[in-house]
């Protein structure tokens, strides 16, 4: 038989099929196998995709065009395949779930934090529990303070006792000389990071540092405002 070469940018596929001793549940693998018995003394290379090779450039081409126009055969499509695209679908229904409930319902909260990744803001982060807990709370604006206690009734009025008619966390950290004395390394640390909003901490939130959740953590509890 002639020199056979197996040219294929799926380095995945390659080793699944040079695996001999794993178990795959996905039947397709074994029929390549069975063809793989008898070239696999006459070499196989492995061509990265879009490296520039003409031929491999006109089979990714055809490969792409074929999901759309080519003909399909009758075979078993893998679960695993129909899993996927299952995943894929559900994603951009809770997508477009989410842009309508927002539209009357966290409106602030996903123009602000929303991000499109499946995985959550902290992750691949150092952030420990105690602060990631209080960028979620701040976040969502459900902290203790009076300002978000008396929209769940819990107190009576949003104002402070310094006299300013609702208690926020902006108006703790910039604006209440009752704090200020105590936490100006906080605001001056917001300041020199978004300088566009100076007195505001909504911006500061969406991509926190972990010098930032220090100093906001330390500033709550030193006020008794995190527990």
Request: hydrophobic content about 35%.
């Amino acid at each position: 038989m002639q020199r056979n070469v197996i040219f294929s940018d799926s380095k995945s596929a390659l080793d699944a099929v040079q695996d001999m001793g794993r178990t795959h549940r996905n039947h397709i693998v074994y029929y390549v196998k069975q063809a793989y018995h008898d070239v696999v003394r006459n070499g196989k290379e492995w061509v990265p995709a879009h490296s520039g090779i003409p031929g491999n450039e006109s089979a990714d081409l055809i490969a792409k065009q074929a999901t759309t126009d080519g003909y399909s055969p009758e075979f078993r499509v893998p679960y695993e395949d129909l899993l996927i695209e299952s995943k894929r679908q559900a994603y951009a229904q809770f997508e477009e779930y989410m842009k309508t409930v927002s539209s009357t319902k966290g409106k602030k909260y996903f123009n602000q934090y929303h991000i499109t990744s499946r995985k959550p803001w902290f992750h691949k982060t150092s952030f420990n529990r105690e602060e990631i807990v209080l960028i979620n709370r701040l976040r969502s604006d459900h902290i203790n303070l009076n300002e978000s206690l008396h929209r769940v009734n819990i107190v009576n009025s949003p104002a402070y006792p310094c006299g300013d008619s609702s208690q926020t966390i902006n108006h703790i950290i910039f604006h209440c000389e009752k704090h200020y004395s105590n936490v100006k390394s906080l605001p001056d640390y917001v300041a020199s990071k978004f300088p566009n909003s100076p007195q505001d901490l909504s911006p500061a939130l969406s991509s926190p540092t972990p010098k930032l959740c220090r100093l906001l953590l330390a500033f709550m509890k030193a006020n008794d405002l995190f527990f």
